[in-house]
């Protein structure tokens, strides 16, 4: 059975100013990624992972290899594929209900089975009467568990998250990590997730791919063998913290050189 997702020897340069060099951000990444699987792209600022899930999304176009979806090349963004930024992205003119709506009316969908979908999601991310509310109206978590029902009401085969957890509060952020964690096993859907947190990438994933300094390789590959649905107390877990310090004194000289930069 071929992979869902086949990134095969993908490299990106973005060109420089007159007189100057490009950027290569990306060189030689591959990466398959099987139907339900959740996958953290966890590396030092600068790495490429946003550009590679920028590149997954189809917002960015590669300079070498290709990416196929299902056996056929990725060619620009697709409702397949649905992206959560860090930044919520919910249209602030909307109740949260039309924001989870959008997708489907653009889709074409009848307002009354929209509506339906749109309910069931937002009870699903725990927002239930909060449908007539306006984004300024919720907390930061609530418009992320918004902006992750938004991204889910199309049906995408592919989750795509932009460090979406980055601006908010560590309480907020722990709690928020195990929503994701049980509405994307609920849901069943294959979820590329990129982060700066050892611990975040290690508690949501089936796998963690550790990307170099830039230019971004994959310089590790470390497969989570902790059950789902995952829950608090695997933080305490003895194979859980061994592997979150070895990727921390991995990973601790390319933080320390990006902070004297």
């Known amino acids: 059975m071929s992979a869902q997702l086949d990134i095969s020897n993908v490299s990106k340069i973005y060109p420089g100013r007159r007189g100057e060099d490009g950027i290569h951000a990306l060189q030689d990444v591959s990466l398959k990624i099987n139907k339900g699987e959740f996958i953290s792209l966890l590396g030092p600022s ?6 590679l899930l920028s590149i997954v999304a189809g917002f960015q176009t590669v300079s070498d290899g290709f ?34 709506e959008f997708g489907l009316k653009a889709k074409g969908v009848p307002a009354t089975a929209r509506a339906r979908r749109a309910r069931e999601l937002l009870a699903s991310v725990r927002l239930s009467g909060f449908e007539d509310k306006y984004p300024h109206e919720i907390s930061g978590g609530m418009k992320q568990r918004a902006a992750i029902a938004r991204a889910l ?5 592919i989750l795509l998250m ?8 560590a309480q907020t952020r722990v709690l928020l990590q195990e929503e994701i964690a049980r509405i994307s096993t609920e ?11 050892i611990d975040e ?3 949501l994933a089936d796998r963690v791919i550790v990307m ?10 470390v497969v989570v ?7 608090a107390e695997m933080r305490a877990d003895p194979w859980f913290v061994s592997t979150v310090n070895e990727l921390w004194e991995t990973l601790k000289p390319d933080w320390q050189k990006e902070e004297k930069q």
Not at 153 to 157: G, K, L, Q, S
């Open 46 to 51: 600068g790495c490429g992972k946003s550009t």
């Open 67 to 100: 990416i196929l979806q299902n056996d056929r090349e990725l060619v620009g963004p697709s409702s397949t594929r649905t992206v959560v930024f860090q930044n919520y992205a919910l249209f602030g003119w909307m109740t949260i209900q039309k924001n989870v």
């Open 153 to 157: 009401a199309p049906d995408p085969e």
């Open 162 to 169: 932009d460090e979406p957890f980055g601006a908010l509060d």
């Open 187 to 197: 849901a069943g859907k294959t979820v590329l997730f990129v982060t700066h947190g």
């Open 201 to 203: 990438a290690v508690f």
């Open 212 to 221: 170099s300094p830039r230019p971004g390789r994959v310089r590790q590959e």
């Open 225 to 231: 063998p902790l059950p789902r649905p995952r829950t």
